[in-house]
């Protein structure tokens, strides 16, 4: 690898916050040097949030995911290293074989591969989710490892505070992590593909709260919807409302229960529905892109939320 004298060469695919936050850090290290960036061609579905205008113009930039451009991108600017954070394609081997390619995942390898573990760590109630930086090979999420982190889930936590969790550890940590790396100052360990568990991708129609559920799975489910994209939602009638804020604090108890059925509007502007085994209090909602207290929507305890 080059001296500190002489700058490492890099290709940094980068989509949505994590690769937003993995550029940052890179172009802020005296030790690197961007030759090259690859961005979504469809910025909007991955919420690509990389300003490339700041960038210095010698930078090259492809928007693409097409393949056999990304492969002849690479081999024209012959980079040091390729580092992904966060890709929708799985990389062939002549491609792999064109520089050392490094990926940062967000799950624990070995389990904990593909999609959204973000979104299935808030769901299924884990405590902590961690950051995997391990070599890419042809297998996905399927290289040695060098460096995983844990970033602890709080009850409080929700899926845009985990994102900023990872941001910054990002933007500080990540160029200095891969350059003692590729000095050889971190041991590589094997990723153990016995243990392999999977995560499956999620569609916007995943988010719809079902009220037969328990509370805590609906909150949890309310907890890790970006709301950006996949936000949790039920319906009012025909009005399709996102539920951005709840909580299971009421103590009151019912034994006669309709799953969806408003009990209560709060004076201070939310309302309790039913559940499965209790009361959820929704605090806070979206209705056609605007922010509301639930009781401006919804006005009558005859009222009930419906899954579909």
Same mark, same amino acid.
């Given at each position: 690898?080059?001296?500190?004298?002489?700058?490492?060469?890099? +290709? %940094?695919? &980068?989509?949505?916050?994590?690769?937003? @936050?993995?550029? $940052?850090?890179?172009?802020? !290290? #005296?030790?690197?040097? *961007?030759?090259?960036? +690859? %961005?979504? &061609?469809?910025?909007?579905?991955?919420? @690509?949030?990389? $300003?490339?205008?700041?960038? !210095? #113009?010698?930078?090259? *930039?492809?928007?693409?995911?097409?393949?056999?451009?990304?492969?002849?991108?690479?081999?024209?600017?012959?980079?040091?290293?390729?580092?992904?954070?966060?890709?929708?394609?799985?990389?062939?081997?002549?491609?792999?074989?064109?520089?050392?390619?490094?990926?940062?995942?967000?799950?624990?390898?070995?389990?904990?591969?593909?999609?959204?573990?973000?979104?299935?760590?808030?769901?299924?109630?884990?405590?902590?989710?961690?950051?995997?930086?391990?070599?890419?090979?042809?297998?996905?999420?399927?290289?040695?490892?060098?460096?995983?982190?844990?970033?602890?889930?709080?009850?409080?936590?929700?899926?845009?505070?985990?994102?900023?969790?990872?941001?910054?550890?990002?933007?500080?940590?990540?160029?200095?992590?891969?350059?003692?790396?590729?000095?050889?100052?971190?041991?590589?360990?094997?990723?153990?593909?016995?243990?392999?568990?999977?995560?499956?991708?999620?569609?916007?129609?995943?988010?719809?709260?079902?009220?037969?559920?328990?509370?805590?799975?609906?909150?949890?489910?309310?907890?890790?919807?970006?709301?950006?994209?996949?936000?949790?939602?039920?319906?009012?009638?025909?009005?399709?409302?996102?539920?951005?804020?709840?909580?299971?604090?009421?103590?009151?108890?019912?034994?006669?229960?309709?799953?969806?059925?408003?009990?209560?509007?709060?004076?201070?502007?939310?309302?309790?529905?039913?559940?499965?085994?209790?009361?959820?209090?929704?605090?806070?909602?979206?209705?056609?892109?605007?922010?509301?207290?639930?009781?401006?929507?919804?006005?009558?305890?005859?009222?009930?939320?419906?899954?579909?």
């Amino acid at each position: 690898m080059p001296t500190n004298k002489n700058k490492i060469s890099l +290709i %940094i695919v &980068a989509f949505g916050f994590m690769g937003s @936050s993995t550029l $940052n850090s890179f172009y802020q !290290n #005296k030790f690197f040097e *961007i030759k090259g960036i +690859i %961005i979504p &061609a469809d910025n909007k579905y991955y919420y @690509s949030e990389i $300003n490339i205008k700041k960038l !210095n #113009k010698d930078i090259k *930039i492809l928007p693409s995911d097409d393949k056999t451009k990304v492969h002849n991108f690479i081999k024209k600017i012959k980079p040091d290293i390729v580092v992904i954070s966060t890709y929708n394609k799985i990389l062939d081997k002549k491609t792999l074989g064109l520089s050392h390619f490094i990926n940062i995942h967000h799950g624990k390898l070995p389990k904990q591969k593909g999609r959204a573990s973000i979104n299935w760590a808030l769901i299924m109630g884990r405590k902590s989710i961690y950051l995997t930086i391990h070599q890419a090979i042809p297998k996905l999420d399927s290289g040695k490892i060098f460096k995983q982190k844990e970033f602890k889930i709080l009850d409080t936590d929700n899926y845009q505070s985990i994102k900023n969790k990872i941001c910054i550890f990002l933007k500080k940590d990540i160029s200095n992590i891969i350059y003692e790396y590729l000095n050889n100052k971190i041991k590589l360990k094997n990723n153990n593909l016995s243990k392999e568990t999977w995560n499956c991708s999620r569609n916007p129609e995943d988010s719809m709260i079902n009220f037969f559920d328990k509370r805590q799975v609906i909150l949890n489910l309310i907890r890790a919807s970006d709301v950006e994209k996949f936000g949790a939602y039920c319906f009012l009638k025909e009005k399709k409302i996102v539920v951005l804020e709840a909580n299971i604090n009421s103590k009151r108890r019912f034994e006669g229960i309709i799953p969806g059925r408003v009990v209560k509007l709060n004076s201070n502007g939310s309302i309790d529905c039913l559940c499965k085994d209790g009361i959820l209090t929704i605090t806070k909602v979206s209705y056609q892109k605007k922010i509301y207290k639930p009781k401006q929507i919804i006005k009558s305890t005859r009222c009930t939320l419906l899954n579909d």
